[in-house]
């Protein structure tokens, strides 16, 4: 079946370190997005990707990174920059502009 | 930056009771959606409008894209207890505060 699939379904993470959010889809969408959810609000946007190698910074990228070497693939990585990274992160894909969005199952991530 | 406004934030309604929750923003959309997110899970796309005055329907659920490009509502007829969860408004990359739906049986 086609979907997205996020990996790890929950995280941990240690003062002072970096971890990797992964996004795999096999829809052959060209846009994927990532967004970050806290409880009892909607989602905001992090990053999004409409091609590959190319990304854009969405509402609160501070203290995240992305990439986008593979149509199917693209990574959020949470950087000791980010203060606050306790959060739900979904990941989304879209086949074009201004489609409905494809989302995963999210990953948990919370601080040790 | 562009906002939704989603209302109400919670509904609390008895089994078999219609519901109906809104969304409105200052700025116009070309697109609305509707999503429900269960408890752990990501957002399942519920019905999407493409056109100013747009009305669709989807089994039990009904929406309507506002004539002005500004507004949409969702109304579910006929509560059951599986409809319980959120249901999120979106735009353009733009997602509402959503509606926390709780159900007595």
Known sequence: DGGITQSPKYLFRKEGQ???LSC????NHDAMYWYRQDPGQGLRLIYYSQIVNDFQKGDIAEGYSVSREKKESFPLTVTSAQKNPTAFY?????RAGNQPQHFGDGTRLSIL | GQQLNQSPQSMFIQEGEDVSMNCTSSSIFNTWLWYKQDPGEGPVLLIALYKAGELTSNGRLTAQFGITRKDSFLNISASIPSDVGI???AGQLVFGQGTRLTINP
Not at chain 1, 90 to 94: D, I, K, N, V, Y
């Open chain 2, 87 to 89: 249901y999120f408004c």
């Open chain 1, 18 to 20: 970096n971890v990797t």
């Open chain 1, 90 to 94: 979904l990941c989304a894909s879209e």
């Open chain 1, 24 to 27: 795999e889809q096999n829809l």
